[in-house]
């Protein structure tokens, strides 16, 4: 074992928290993923949310094989109560997530925690992700993924936080005692991650992310993300419209620039929450063909907001607002 996955006690050094609830047809896999894990002393944490079917019994058989396994058994909470609840019972001194129906290569977590020793300003690390199976991936979750994989450095997922979820959930390795600084997750009726994320960037954390593949989401139909109402594209906006608008009284003027459904979306939602409003309509399709762009207003957030639906429009005006010496997340917010 390397000398940055030992403790100094031979206690673990990560504790891995795996939720599941009715998830006895994958969870077998995504263990012996864990299992496979070389190079760092780790616990894995599996939180039952009451399942109904023989998850329990799986995960009990695999934790008589691996004495690296504990079995935290509860009743029916949901996702976010249980996560916290394996937060209180994790040792470790970094804090790793699985999910039930996914994979992850065995070296995940040790180049994930050498990144953060190399780089030991940063709260939470994630990887690049893959689609599996991939006869089952639509078309919407290939754009997500490739979104998802673009971004690697703080300052790229930060100036990206409010479109979705900078970091893939199940990816993240954190510092415990930052995770635990900003009180865990979080319960309330939109996604936990992405709720996360932005509570955390906003108490200074800084992330980042391993530039190699060591993550597999599972495709599958009744997902939560396919079927959840929590985790609507509105759901998302909802909770980005909360962090645009933290410590900003009804009356400040905002200037939004987008196109279409996006920008609709968030000039009704700014009135609705008593804000003033400048809509202002950018066809990115016309500034890819050389349409000069209008007058940008101040430089200074708060007020300025780049509202696009589809990534490449997105892109297209990030890029020009880049060429003219504009950053987003200081001079203006990114959003979907």
């Known amino acids: 074992m390397s000398a940055a996955g030992k403790t100094a006690d031979g206690g673990p050094l990560i504790s891995v928290l795996l939720p599941v609830r009715d998830g006895e047809a994958t969870l077998g896999a995504a263990l012996r993923c864990l299992r496979r894990q070389h190079g760092v002393r780790l616990e894995i944490l599996v939180a039952d949310d009451g399942s109904r079917d023989g998850s329990r019994a799986v995960a009990e058989r695999a934790a008589r094989a691996d004495g690296r396994i504990r079995v935290l058994a509860g009743p029916a909470a949901g996702l976010v109560p249980t996560l916290n609840r394996a937060l209180a019972g994790a040792a470790g001194a970094f804090v790793g997530r699985m999910d039930a129906d996914d994979l992850c290569s065995p070296d995940r977590f040790l180049l994930q925690l050498r990144h953060l020793r190399r780089h030991p300003r940063l709260d939470a690390v994630g990887t690049r992700i893959r689609l599996f199976p991939a006869r089952r991936a639509t078309e919407g979750m290939r754009r997500f993924v490739a979104w998802q994989n673009r971004w690697l450095t703080h300052r790229a997922l930060h100036a990206n936080h409010l479109v979705d979820a900078p970091l893939f959930h199940g990816s993240g390795l954190f510092r415990a005692a930052g995770l635990r600084a900003v009180g865990g997750w979080r319960d309330y009726d939109g996604p936990e991650d992405f709720d996360l994320w932005i509570r955390g960037l906003r108490a200074g954390w800084r992330i980042g992310k391993v530039n190699r593949d ?105 890029r020009r607002l880049a060429e003219a010496g504009r950053r987003s997340g200081s001079d203006y917010r990114t959003v979907s």
């Open 214 to 318: 060591l993550y597999s989401w599972r495709e599958r139909p009744g997902s939560l993300t396919r079927e959840n109402p929590r985790y609507t594209r509105d759901a998302f906006r909802r909770r980005a419209l909360d962090a645009v608008t933290a410590g900003h009284p009804p009356g400040d003027r905002f200037t939004v620039w987008g196109w279409g459904g996006s920008l609709a979306w968030w000039c009704e939602a700014l009135r609705t929450t008593g804000h003033r409003v400048e809509a202002v309509g950018v066809n990115a399709r016309a500034v890819r063909g050389g349409a000069p762009l209008p007058p940008a207003p101040p430089r200074e957030f708060p007020g300025w907001i780049l509202a696009y639906g589809a990534a490449r429009s997105r892109d297209t005006l990030s």
